[in-house]
């Protein structure tokens, strides 16, 4: 820029130079003086008191600087404000670890009260004392575990277990588990005939046994590590850890709320480099501020490490452990938090808030962003959102640590919120406090959790959630909910992959009686909802307002897998009768819905036999020329034999009639044994004209006056194939038959190679056949396979993968021969198992195929509905696969039968 006019040239050098000169360093020291200028190294001063005194004639560009390896008492305030271009900035200078910013006295003048207990005078009430750093027990009844509330209401509770005087509990304080999700603390008034009077915590708890303990009183001081203070004689009593003398020990006791205070609507104010600990309210708080930047903190062994109430600040880079309460609080509009990593939050029952709390990152104003941030180990909820916040590239682990029904990622009150590639994993929840016997005494624990007011236009996409006990997603309606988009999570081996209900109706604006609302709009697409046990469910919906059904909204191109029991989808109607189970194909049949969604194609047992005790006596079970010695009742059953599916003749149920009954049981006609306290294996295959359901199970003797039997479990069908292993462990000695039972709605099916073994059973390791691969990272990752695996969608993987940052991939393991593309050997090897040559091979061809040895073996090729499209018998040890050119091109299931054990390969035709 040209300036023309001298005296503006001036002017402008001279208001610079006024500037710089105004602006202005203070330094700090341990070993600084107060009497001092602070504006040099040489000069610190020595207190933050002494930086207090300026605190309101700071000026722009202005630095006070705390001199590195110092420890620095007292509460920094700031009452004056920088500019965008000049910021007031508190930060640190030297070498060595950050200064640290200390909530806490140091207390001294030790005597012996008793025993081993202590008592030193100090002036103001701790909230928290500490031993050479470690938090100490306030004084407590019992020194460990729970008391059981008999009963009790907001204000009262009934313990027959406090038998001591009446007044003897007056001021003390009771910590108790009043609901899953919160702690409060009530302080006692009174105390008579086992019946303390406190204050309220707004939660009548009944009769149903929640915990609770009571503290802060004297002669509960009867413990290592446990304190107690006397306010009326300003005196604290303590009973070191290891029996020690406290003073040869640093004890100190949080007495200051705050480490850093900007005043109301400071602004342009930066922290940079600081460790805060020992306050008692929040070690950074920001009183409707702006334009603040707090970077390369520390905060530990602190009530809060920030709240906040302003507008546009930023938090990075932050480093927060041992947080009593929630970690960090933004009451904020358009705020960041970014780059922060906090663990061990809000991990110690008592110390948090009231009501609901312990959270670790909590947030309650628009504009919010979150991203790129590391949780773990938080009491409460990992992150919980409002207003239309962004919370992307998150981890969180371990959330739900000390209480439950909650979430990793939960959010409420929000209109265009958004969730996106965050990682949520481990989340067990806490119920050792709750109460005894209670139906929801048990964890529930969301990776990521729609709350109950309102929800709209929010958008989950990306993200994965895995190793949860609940839910990996919980999508809880009321009737406002409307414009959400759930796209493309991966939910891994959570009991419940994917939950819906509308069990909230009732709440939030515009709840209205009768509280059913037939349809919502929320799209669910792409999502991978993956199971690794026969008992968890890929998707579970709810639904309490009406016995009509609700139509969630729209589904397509989902991924349902449960190789372990594809009946995982779930329905249930409180007002309509009996919970339903669904598999994929049925479901899709149900609903009209879930276009182009897939499920797994295994079939796996849960469970896997190391040795057979005592071979099949079941007789005929292979059906080779009749189904001589089955029966079936009622007559409407029809049962013949049938060639034309599974395996050289097979067993037929034709049950479409139910004017008799609306079941049918199938079994053998004479009996087998089973003992007491053995596993058994049932083998049988089974095929469908339709979709059905056998119940299937042993049906013993003294059981054929009750409609139960031994190891009973529900079996779908369909025109896909089945091989089914069903173990169970028998609870009783007797005589019985296998059982099959399907219902008149799906009456048509096919039955083969039925046989019971006692057997030595051993629980199936789901990761030898299935991983899910994670990338917690902010930059890509490469991970390296061994063997062969394919995704969710068939396509196959070997060698090294890369996955982008915040993302994952789960890969289901196949035949190593699966990846290569293989010609025919010159010479039979049969060391190296089952191979097939060429594969892939071309359609019209001929397959070779070489077995493990030279038993005889029993060959079958499947496509992939099941179906089997050759067969043949092998004595050599080697077979041929003449392919017609009517088999058309895809991937194809060669199993193996070589004295029951069975081996596998996929072939692929081009």
């Not at 850890?241 to 200051?256: H, K």
């Not at 929000?414 to 965050?422: F, L, Q, V």
């Not at 909230?504 to 009686?513: F, L, V």
Request: proline share 4%; charged share 15%.
């Amino acid at each position: 820029m040209r300036y023309s006019n001298p005296r503006q040239l001036i002017f402008m050098f001279t208001a610079l130079c006024s500037f710089a000169a105004r602006s202005a360093t203070y330094y700090v020291s341990p070993t600084g003086n107060n009497a001092n200028n602070g504006t040099s190294q040489a000069t610190a001063w020595q207190t933050i008191d002494r930086v207090n005194q300026i605190n309101f004639n700071l000026q722009p560009g202005d630095k006070i600087l705390f001199q590195r390896g110092g420890v620095y008492r007292g509460k920094l305030s700031i009452n004056s404000n920088g500019t965008a271009g000049n910021y007031i900035e508190i930060g640190a200078y030297g070498t060595g670890a950050k200064p640290v910013i200390s909530g806490s006295v140091a207390v001294t003048g030790w005597v012996q009260h008793s025993g081993n207990i202590w008592r030193a005078p100090l002036a103001q009430a701790p909230k928290q004392v500490y031993v050479n750093g470690d938090l100490q027990e306030i004084a407590r009844f019992p020194n460990t575990g729970w008391l059981r509330v008999d009963d009790a209401t907001a204000t009262s509770l009934t313990d027959s277990e406090l038998t001591q005087a009446s007044g003897y509990w007056n001021g003390a304080t009771a910590v108790i588990r009043t609901t899953n999700w919160s702690y409060d603390t009530a302080y006692v008034s009174a105390f008579s005939g086992n019946t303390l009077t406190h204050t309220s915590t707004g939660n009548p708890l009944g009769s149903m046994q929640w915990g609770y303990f009571l503290r802060n009183k004297l002669a509960l001081l009867d413990a290592p590590g446990e304190w107690f203070y006397d306010s009326a004689a300003g005196q604290l009593y303590l009973w070191c850890p290891n029996n020690g003398d406290p003073a040869n020990a640093l004890v100190e006791a949080a007495v200051l709320d705050n480490g850093v205070y900007l005043s109301w609507q400071r602004h342009h104010v930066k922290i940079d480099g600081l460790a805060l600990r020992h306050q008692h309210t929040a070690s950074l708080r920001l009183s409707g501020t702006s334009d603040v930047e707090a970077m390369n903190l520390d905060f530990s062994d602190t009530w809060q490490a920030i709240l906040s109430t302003g507008n546009n600040q930023s938090f990075h880079h932050l480093d927060v452990q041992r947080t009593w309460a929630s970690g960090i609080a933004l009451l904020d509009n358009n705020t960041t938090l970014h780059h922060c990593t906090l663990t061990d939050i809000a991990l110690v029952p008592g110390l948090g808030e009231q009501n609901m709390g312990y959270v670790g990152i909590r947030m309650n104003g628009s504009g919010v962003v979150v991203t790129d941030n590391h949780l773990e180990n938080v009491g409460y909820a990992g992150i919980a959102v409002t207003a239309n916040a962004i919370v992307e590239r998150n981890v969180v682990i371990n959330s739900m640590a000390i209480l439950n029904d909650g979430a990793g990622i939960t959010f409420d009150q929000t209109d265009g919120a958004i969730i996106r590639d965050n990682i949520i994993r481990d989340l067990n929840g806490d119920v050792e406090s709750s109460a005894i016997g209670w139906v929801n005494s048990v964890p529930m624990c969301h990776g990521i959790y729609f709350g109950n007011v309102f929800n709209k236009n929010i958008t989950v996409q990306r993200n994965t959630v895995m190793n949860c006990k609940g839910a990996g997603m919980h999508v809880d309606h009321t009737m406002v909910n409307s414009g959400n988009q759930i796209k493309d999570n991966v939910l891994f081996n959570n009991t419940i992959q994917l939950s819906i209900s509308d069990a909230s109706n009732y709440n939030g604006p515009g709840a209205t009686a009768p509280y059913y609302v037939p349809a919502f709009n929320t799209i669910y697409s792409g999502n991978v909802m993956y199971s690794l046990s026969k008992d968890q469910l890929c998707m579970r919906q709810y639904m309490v307002n009406s016995p009509n059904w609700v139509d969630y909204g729209t589904f397509t191109n989902n991924r349902y897998f449960n190789p372990y029991n594809d009946r995982s989808i779930y329905v249930h109607n409180t007002n309509s009768g009996i919970p339903r189970y669904f598999t994929l194909e049925s479901w899709q049949a149900q609903t009209n819905d879930d276009i182009g969604s897939t499920r797994s194609p295994l079939y796996l047992p849960s469970m896997e036999a190391t040795s057979v005790l005592e071979a099949s006596t079941v007789p005929n079970g292979s059906f080779g020329s009749n189904v001589n010695g089955w029966t079936g009742w009622p007559s409407q059953g029809v049962i013949t034999h049938n060639t034309q599916r599974l395996d050289n003749g097979c067993l037929k149920v034709s049950f479409t009639n139910n004017s008799t009954y609306n079941t049918h049981n199938l079994n053998h006609s004479s009996t087998l044994g089973v003992q007491q306290g053995s596993w058994y294996r049932m083998r049988f295959s089974v095929v469908g004209d339709v979709t059905g359901e056998l119940t299937v199970g042993f049906k013993a003797n003294s059981q054929l006056g009750n409609p139960y039997r031994v190891g009973e479990r529900v079996y779908p069908f369909d025109g896909n194939r089945r091989d089914v292993e069903h173990y169970f462990l028998s609870d009783l000695t007797d005589q019985g038959v296998c059982m099959f039972t399907s219902n008149y709605t799906g009456g048509i099916y096919y039955l083969d190679n039925v046989s019971l073994e006692r057997v030595n059973a051993v629980p199936v390791d789901p990761y030898e056949r299935q991983q899910i691969l994670v990338n917690e990272q902010g930059t890509p990752q490469d991970f390296e396979l061994s063997g062969c695996w394919s995704d969710v969608n068939g396509t196959l993987i070997h060698g090294s993968i890369t996955l982008p940052p915040y993302r994952s991939i789960v890969l289901v393991k196949e035949a190593d021969d699966d990846c290569l593309s293989t010609d025919a050997p010159e010479s039979v090897d049969h060391s190296a198992g089952l191979r097939a040559f060429p594969n892939p091979a071309q359609r019209g061809g001929v397959v070779d195929v070489i077995l493990q040895d030279a038993r005889p073996a029993d060959l079958r090729l499947l496509n992939a509905q099941g179906q089997m499209v050759w067969m043949s018998r092998s004595v050599s040890g080697r077979a041929r696969i003449a392919l017609d050119e009517a088999v058309g091109a895809g991937t194809y299931l060669l199993l193996v039968d070589q004295d029951g054990e069975r081996s596998q390969q996929r072939i692929v035709l081009l």
